[in-house]
């Protein structure tokens, strides 16, 4: 049974840094590709990173150059390192799962997400 958790989300000021981690049970070893995408009120659902199990890596326009993905698959953990934030980049951010790695791809596997704000 895959589980996700997410860490690492807060407040923080526009042209500030925040690194989200997730966690997975160890069934996540299974996993093609894991990812992030986020969800702010009023806005569609937006992958923003993907990496798959062979370390290739993919980042949506609005955030590249300025994220970067990255795993530790010993740990089974996925991070997200976020640098020069911007209000816009304000969302609940989730850590997922699935078997095709790319930004329109639905994942079947999230976590219960963690909130960041940017102001």
């Known amino acids: 049974h895959v589980q996700l958790v997410e860490s690492g989300g807060g407040s923080v000021q526009a042209g500030g840094s925040l690194r989200l981690s997730c966690t997975g049970s160890?069934?996540?070893?299974?996993?093609?590709?894991m990812g992030w995408f986020r969800q702010a009120p009023g806005k569609e659902r937006e992958t923003i990173a993907v990496?798959?199990?062979?370390?290739?890596?993919r980042y949506a326009d609005s955030v590249a150059g300025r994220f970067t993905i990255s795993k530790e698959s010993a740990k089974y953990t996925l991070y997200l390192q976020m640098n020069s934030l911007k209000p816009e980049d304000t969302a609940v951010y989730y850590c997922?799962?699935?078997?095709?790695?790319?930004?329109?791809?639905?994942?079947?596997?999230r976590g219960q997400g963690t909130q960041v704000t940017v102001s």
């Open positions: 997922a799962g699935g078997a095709y790695c790319s930004l329109t791809s639905d994942f079947g596997y």
């Open positions: 160890a069934d996540t070893y299974r996993i093609t590709c």
């Open positions: 990496i798959d199990r062979w370390g290739n890596f």
